[in-house]
């Protein structure tokens, strides 16, 4: 199938071109690269050395012999988005083309309204480009578990069937985001159910939970290849954020009380899922959710997991409370729902202690290029900036790392 | 109290202002009159000539002896609404400030961007400055009863408690807005209510039906007060452009079946019902949804009343059905809850013969200025624009028009 990548610099975007290129789909990418930028903007890095867009699809073609095609274009182009559209024809369009980090949009008002923007302008281009250069592809929009909140009862995917005063209907579930960016995701949905019903397009809506990971297949055959691992405030997410922590031997930092329970899976996972979604097509018309995660821990659990790996690797850690950065319960219910997906054959690579130590010792490898104080977090969701750098009750000195002996 | 209002130029804008400024409150509007250059791109004039903003403020000054302060600015400009809420510090915002037509942002990519952003951007802002400049300050939005669209349930206001799996919980009513418009709004409301939640805001959700009326109390005081009473197939709505097309000699024309089911009210009582949230304001923190309409019509019904009374008036009028341009179902169920704002003290206006025999009569005054190559609709939701003009079926070629006997 000819498949489009939006964002396929990214974090996931990467390894999911190259994972479907492997299994002899046609791929191409869109991305401009803003993300790097953003990167710039707040002054932080990926772990690993990451290489330009066009190097690494260079590289690519080289150990895979496969092409993937590139349109170095702003999804807030419409023409440009369009005449890709129109060039490459797609089957299917997989959209991680977004500002992804609900810290960057809840720095100050500027932020608030570019992720907004951003997010909602490209998905509107998307949508009006699929219905009138290629109505019959298949829309595959990354959402996040985040969309739902953590409402008392249990979460479906996408739909609930609501019994009220005597009457029945099947409507949305109703939707308690977080942040701006996680709001974003939100209006998109919403969009993009719209146009499936008014113009017949066809689009899942995968509600990922936290992905954690670095490597796939993929990304282990040239060190080239590698996707942005990112640990810091912004663009880090927990397990990832965790482990390097863990390295570093700083604190890892739990926010609030930890009880906080979230849906993860593993990056490899995201790759499938997606690869299952694209295989097994939503209806022209239908607007789908599926809820993308394979498992759920509390925050502190996934604490004291990577704490006790890092241990047996004889990494000092500790793992500390912090002050919520965030407004939002620490202490709910949650028990989403998640099995369209393994009913269309998802087999869950479940979180190990053997791949967190492969996580941690593949970090170590990169030790000396972690900077502790991207860590902690200053942006704050009451609207108060946090004051940069640890205190001394906060985290260690980088210069007494941890050297670690496994 | 000091009271701003945004987008204080419009249909409800204007007469809200005066009605709040002869009621002693402190007034100020904020518009730059983009409406206008809207109403200019499409091609379209309110029926009664209306003058500038300044004009009206200073007719305003004159007539009632007192003072309406203008803020020329854009709400996408953010330092100006920053600069103009510290300036006026506000206790009650009340957002108008909206591009409001859901048929102009269905046109196509380009306005539905624009319906989107200008909207989202606008409201994004006013929380922005309220949590930067006014903490305290009271925010009132007028949302749409088309946010929920129309479920198979009763409708609650804005919130609906949801038993499920033995379970229970009270969640952000579902919604299913059936255009970009509103869709913005919907996009709006999610965005509030997080700003209430983290931010300890204060605001109210007015969810509207459809207005009709031409005059107020205020409006009838000088002719320079007038409001802009819209009949087009862009900004006019249902009633009011019915008694549009009564007047005109044209078929008053009902999209599709006509047993689509809204609720109206009358624009006194949505000056009433403004004023009713401002005078009972949200506690810090709370977001409140309203649902603000008085009575519930089949839009075919409100063809038959205006009929009727328009041949009372000697007028020769015909209902006819047109295909319908937009996607929606046109059998449905429609039960919304609307007690809150009568707990608050609302005494409906409701239709009456009288009232739109006095429209009738009104529009008749103005008759020469009707344009009614505006009325039918062109754009259509699945993305095909309809041809130009009447047809010898569809309508009554202008120069037949009707002359009223009444």
């Not at 239908?286 to 925050?299: A, K, L, P």
């Not at 369209?340 to 202690?353: A, T, W």
Request: hydrophobic share 35%.
């Amino acid at each position: 199938m000819k498949v489009l990548i939006l964002g396929g610099d990214g974090y996931l975007g990467w390894p999911t071109a190259m994972y479907l290129s492997r299994r002899g789909h046609s791929v191409a990418i869109m991305d401009n690269c803003l993300k790097r930028s953003w990167e710039q903007e707040v002054g932080v890095e990926p772990l690993f050395p990451i290489h330009t867009l066009k190097e690494r699809l260079e590289c690519w073609r080289k150990v895979s012999g496969q092409e993937i095609h590139l349109f170095a274009a702003d999804l807030q182009d419409y023409s440009a988005v369009q005449a890709s559209l129109d060039d490459f024809l797609p089957d299917a369009i997989v959209h991680y083309g977004q500002q992804p980090s609900a810290p960057y949009s809840m720095m100050d008002r500027d932020h608030a309204v570019l992720t907004q923007v951003n997010n909602l302008v490209s998905t509107l281009n998307v949508l009006w480009a699929i219905q009138t250069v290629r109505p019959s592809c298949h829309l595959i929009k990354l959402g996040t578990m985040g969309e739902y909140g953590t409402p008392n009862i249990d979460i479906e995917e996408g739909f609930i069937e609501i019994e009220h005063k005597g009457r029945k209907d099947v409507l949305p579930f109703p939707c308690q985001p977080g942040s701006f960016y996680h709001l974003s995701k939100v209006h998109d949905s919403h969009n993009i159910r719209l146009a499936c019903k008014i113009w017949k397009l066809a689009a899942t809506d995968l509600n990922q939970g936290i992905v954690y990971g670095i490597e796939t297949d993929e990304t282990k055959l040239h060190n080239c290849l590698e996707t942005s691992f990112h640990y810091d405030e912004v663009f880090g997410t927990t397990l990832n954020r965790f482990c390097v922590q863990a390295v570093a031997g700083i604190p890892i930092t739990v926010y609030g009380k930890g009880s906080q329970k979230r849906g993860f899976l593993n990056i490899r996972d995201t790759l499938r899922c997606v690869e299952l979604a694209i295989l097994n097509p939503a209806a022209c018309g239908e607007y789908r959710v599926f809820n993308q995660f394979t498992e759920i821990f509390s925050v502190s659990e996934v604490a004291h997991l990577v704490a006790d790996q890092a241990r047996k690797l004889g990494l000092k850690v500790r793992v500390q409370v912090a002050e919520n950065p965030r407004v939002e319960a620490e202490q709910h219910y949650y028990n989403p729902t998640h099995t369209k997906l393994r009913d269309l054959g998802l087999q869950p690579n479940y979180l190990s202690d053997v791949l967190i130590k492969d996580m941690l010792r593949r970090i170590c490898q990169a030790q000396e290029r972690i900077r502790s104080d991207i860590i902690m977090p200053r942006i704050r969701w009451d609207g108060r900036r946090q004051e940069a750098g640890f205190t001394a009750e906060q985290g260690t000195p980088a210069e007494t790392r941890n050297v670690p002996v496994g």
